[in-house]
């Protein structure tokens, strides 16, 4: 009988889903009032809601409630677009936050990825990015700071591929990339707003210029409805 509790919700909701009367960014009734509409218990309906996040059709945002999930980005590495560009191309609203920048010491494990000696100063950056207000990425980077003098002053809020070519005529060169579907750890979870171990997508990037130097290292936490990987090969 419960089975049928929770596919009855799920049913309701993803109906309403599918025909837009509950639209993107749409917040849905509380988890009371879906139980007091079904006559169900609050632990039945949090299964059904979270069954219907699986799904990737609505989201929960930390002390919020539940909302309709909007459209997934596409995002095609090979491109070598900015996030500001193929965000914007297709339609949504880009926008950056820094939540923390240092200049610090490459740790072993950094200089070793980067092919510099430890203790090399390096930038690192940590930002949250959105998609129509709403938080969809964590990156924590790390510049090379020798080829971009004076960086560490510049608003780093900006797309940094705009900034490489603007202000030090660099563009990045070769990319190296590496995808895995995991569970978000606590702190990407924090800054995202939503409970830690729901399920995301981590990506990490080697960006070079001038053959093999490495100029930035990047390990970015998406939320796992929010992006559409798609690769393009063409002989």
Not at 25 to 32: C, D, T, V
């Amino acid at each position: 009988m419960a089975d049928t509790h929770y596919r009855h919700i799920q049913e309701h909701f993803s109906y309403l889903i599918r025909k837009n009367v509950l639209q993107a960014g749409g917040k849905l009734p509380s988890e009371r009032e879906i139980g007091e509409q079904f006559n169900l218990t609050r632990v039945t309906v949090r299964q059904a809601l979270q069954n219907l996040e699986a799904e990737g059709l609505i989201y929960r945002e930390n002390r919020k409630g539940w909302f309709v999930t909007p459209p997934a980005v596409t995002y095609n590495p090979a491109a070598q677009l900015s996030f500001n560009l193929y965000v914007s191309e297709q339609g949504f609203a880009p926008s950056t936050e820094k939540i923390e920048q240092v200049v610090e010491p490459a740790s072993l494990k950094i200089a070793q990825k980067m092919g510099i000696k430890k203790g090399s100063p390096v930038l690192f950056l940590h930002r949250r990015r959105f998609i129509d207000k709403r938080p969809v990425l964590i990156e924590r980077m790390y510049i090379n700071i020798a080829y971009l003098p004076g960086i560490e002053d510049e608003d780093l809020t900006q797309s940094l591929s705009q900034l490489l070519k603007n202000k030090y005529d660099l563009c990045y060169r070769d990319m190296d990339l590496s995808f895995k579907s995991t569970s978000l750890p606590e702190e990407a979870a924090k800054d995202l707003g939503i409970a830690s171990g729901q399920p995301g997508l981590h990506v990490e990037r080697v960006n070079y210029i001038n053959g093999n130097q490495v100029l930035e290292l990047d390990y970015e936490f998406w939320r796992h409805d929010a992006v559409n990987i798609a690769i393009e090969v063409r002989e």
